[in-house]
């Protein structure tokens, strides 16, 4: 009986060729939007580290007090150095460490190349298990070098393709500006997206770093960051790089690994303890306020995901629904101009369980075409992503075999859905009413 | 043309005629939003930045190997006599960042030295007494900074300016009735005196929690120091393609330990115009795309719908027409019949243009719509309903009325 459901609702949809076409492309663009939309979506919301998202933690602490905030500005989200030096003494978590953004300029051994900037990242020892960041060449370095402030580095290995040939590299030297660094470790491929760790200077979505190295070395070497230095609620600073790292600007970021609750209800209560005695001890003028973010938290918090994006999204969703509304409407016209072949059929003894699946079937077929069609829709979508979207981002969404099979099955759903009225009325046609007027 | 007869009419088809009043609604509703994003971009976009871009190029340079602050004032200088040399070259300063460049300082500016009892943000440029000329600055009141004014700074030094220049929009903040010349303001712990005031200078940022203070720049009268640097150069008229072929150069003649990025090391201005407002750009292009895309959808739908009425009442068409109804009865009957269901749907349209606003607002910041938006999108959808329906009315006028004796 399917077979010649199939038969008969090819043969109507060929009957009416415009209106056919017009109801595919309508659900083929509607989802193809929706679609495209919803990969970048998809792209620039996803769980960087889905195994460990709720075991990784930002701590925060108000360095300013309330004052600061009376403009409706935020607690800054990221720690003045001397409080994510003295998180980091305390080492209350299992993992820790303290980062900020750095850039150098590399300067080849061979000297025929010209010197070209590097960036990368400032760190602790801790930073390679607790992101399990994985390596090709060696590993990270150990607490030791870090208490040592060692001049080691851990590099990309698309900078060790540049550099070394995809060879291992370890025990090589770099000159990153004016000091030498030894490898001691390659990282494979890594970059999770969003870059969790330094989102809060909006550098969620780039190429991955060139390299890390100690955090203790970098501070000896005046390096600079690379990122946010946000003085905004300190009453000023003294000249020179020791007055800066003495300062309330808030420049680090900082991450803690806590296995389980318990872990994490005690970092809580470390936290208080700690703002508490800055008060105690005169450097805070306030009640403490302190606060700790699981890694997904802190994406939304940090608004990872840009709010043109959400509504791309929603608009593309609203404009789905209309199509979807205008596939209702035609199919009902298309079905119910059909009375007269329903009655004789139901007069001939077709049941209206066997109308409904005859339209249903007829639906259904609109809903794979507008399926295919949507298919090749969001692949020119998805080509010219570019047009619309941040080239960082737009380069991360991309067809999939998931997406793919959502497209199908999204046209396929909401065709049917949508036929669902239209086919009751038709299977409540009255066979006796169209047989009289004839 | 009287409407209760089509008001009857309408009660057989109540499912189709709510699903074009739905369809109505929701695309108006859609539409009125999408345009008023779209407005909102482009108002973003065509902000003047106050600067001569047309005749502008920006180098990003950086030293290798972390000279110190007195090499690099040497070297700075070595750049600047350089470049001031290349043929079709006007004019070019150094500084930290540039208008539309989407990094920088941004210092509260005050009436007193407590820091945090800022009037207002404002962008900060470091500037020597070649930048207003290179930017093209309209000068709207004082003078221009003089050469041994012009302080030094290293890395992590203070920002404490003796002098400064500031845009009116700043100046209008600060002094809101009188002339800032002369004037004290605090962007540090000691007053910084107004010498100057040019008309308009943007400041690096485009993002919309900036927006409010984006023409609040300061230049302060310094060389900063630091192993990164900026170089905005001024090309003669008509010399910015051959001007921007030869300064990396030219620069890389003077040593070869410095990076200028093969790939954007040197931009002209049209180029960091391009990418600060890329993201506006691109919303106002998916936008528009959308809601051409569903004015066709909706349009279509209706022709869709519209047609199977018409075929439908082919005999009562015929039997009205038998009875005396012109051409012009029927025609204005399905024009009136498409004109009743779409202002219902605009009129519900409306309501949820405005809801859907509301909320927008509530999740994005952005503006409330204007109703503007939301009549032009009535009138527009009214139009494209009558539009569509003429096609499929014209030929229900054409029927004869021998169909009202037809039995099939």
Known sequence: MLAYYLRLGLHSLRRNPLLTALMVLAIGVGVATSMTTYAVFRAVSANPLPDKSSRLFVPQIDPWGPQARLDGSDVPDALTYTDAMALMRDR????????YPISHTLIPDDVSREPFHVSGYAAYADFFPMFEAPFVYGSGWDRGQDDAHAAVVVISSQLNRQLFGGASSLGRTLRLDDHDYQVVGVMADWNPRPRFYDVNNDDAFNDPPDFILPFTHAVDTHTDTDGNNNCRGTSGR??????????G????????????????????????????EQTRAGRFHWPSNTALFNLTQWLRHEQVVPPATRMSLLLSLGFFLVCLVNTVGLLLAKFMRRAGEIGV???LGASRREIWLQFLVEAAMVGVAGGVAGLLFTGVGMSSIGLAFD?????????SAGLIGLTLLCALVATVAAAFYPTWRAAHVQPAWQLKSN | MQIRPVLAALRHHKA????????IALTLAIICNALFIIHERLARLSQPSGIDESSLLVIGNEWVGKPTPAQIASLMAADLDTLRKVPGVANVYATNSYPLSNGGMVLGVGHSPDKLKYVINAATYFADENTLSTLGLKSVEGRNFRPNEIGVLDGKGAVQPAEVIITRALATQMFPHASAIGKPIYVSARPSIVIGVVDRLRTPFVDSSMAKWSDCSVLVPYRQLTPITQYVVRAQPRQLDAVSQRLRAALYAVTRMRVISPKDGVRSFAQV????????????????????VLLLVTGAGIVGLSSFWVGQRRKQIGVRRALGATRRDILSYFLTENLLIAASGVAVGGV?????????????EMDRLGMGYVLGGVVALLLLGQGAVLAPALRASRVSPVEATRSV
Request: proline share 3%; net charge positive.
């Open chain 1, 92 to 99: 209350k978590g299992a993992r820790q460490t303290a980062i």
């Open chain 1, 238 to 247: 003294d000249p020179g790089w020791d007055g800066w790292l003495r300062s």
């Open chain 1, 249 to 276: 600007c808030a420049w680090v970021s900082f991450w803690v690994e806590l296995p389980d609750s318990a872990a994490v209800a005690a970092y809580r209560s470390y936290l208080q303890g700690y703002a508490a």
């Open chain 1, 345 to 347: 059929r139901r007069a």
């Open chain 1, 391 to 399: 080239p960082d981002i737009a380069r991360l969404a991309h067809m």
């Open chain 2, 16 to 23: 189709g005629t709510l699903l074009i009043a739905a369809q």
């Open chain 2, 273 to 292: 115009r391009e990418a600060a407002y890329r993201d506006d750009r691109g919303m106002a292009i998916l936008m528009g795309g959308i809601s051409v």
């Open chain 2, 352 to 364: 949820l243009a405005i809801g859907l606003n509301l909320w927008l607002m509530k999740q994005f």
